[in-house]
């Protein structure tokens, strides 16, 4: 089993920034393509950016050149940063983990506002 614990959301005005954080814990992080979703009221859950573990990244065209992902394979921890934030970033933000062999995980989410 894999626990990823995420952390960084808050209440943010239009235009500011935001990093959020996901720790996994198991030591094999450095396998593991990461993938942070978010889901806002009334919406499906949609994919924000991914990190594989080789650190090619892929962007949701509506954050792309806003939001950035990183990985700390020796904390364990992948990062997205948020700059520019917009109302319509108001979500649940949910990390998720693709470990090969052993399967998907999800972590509990963690609420971004985004408002004045």
């Known amino acids: 089993q894999v626990q990823l614990e995420e952390s960084g959301g808050g209440l943010v005005q239009p235009g500011g920034s935001l990093r959020l954080s996901c720790a996994a814990s198991r030591s094999i992080f450095s396998t593991a393509a990461m993938t942070w979703y978010r889901q806002a009221p009334g919406k499906e859950r949609e994919l924000v950016a991914r990190?594989?573990?080789?650190?090619?990244?892929t962007y949701a065209d509506s954050v792309k050149g806003r939001f950035t992902v990183s990985r700390d394979n020796a904390k364990n921890t992948v990062y997205p940063h948020m700059d520019s934030l917009k109302p319509e970033d108001t979500a649940v933000y949910y990390c998720?983990?693709?470990?090969?062999?052993?399967?998907?995980?999800w972590g509990q989410g963690t609420q971004v506002t985004v408002s004045s």
């Open positions: 998720n983990a693709f470990y090969t062999g052993l399967g998907v995980f």
């Open positions: 990190i594989t573990s080789g650190g090619s990244t």
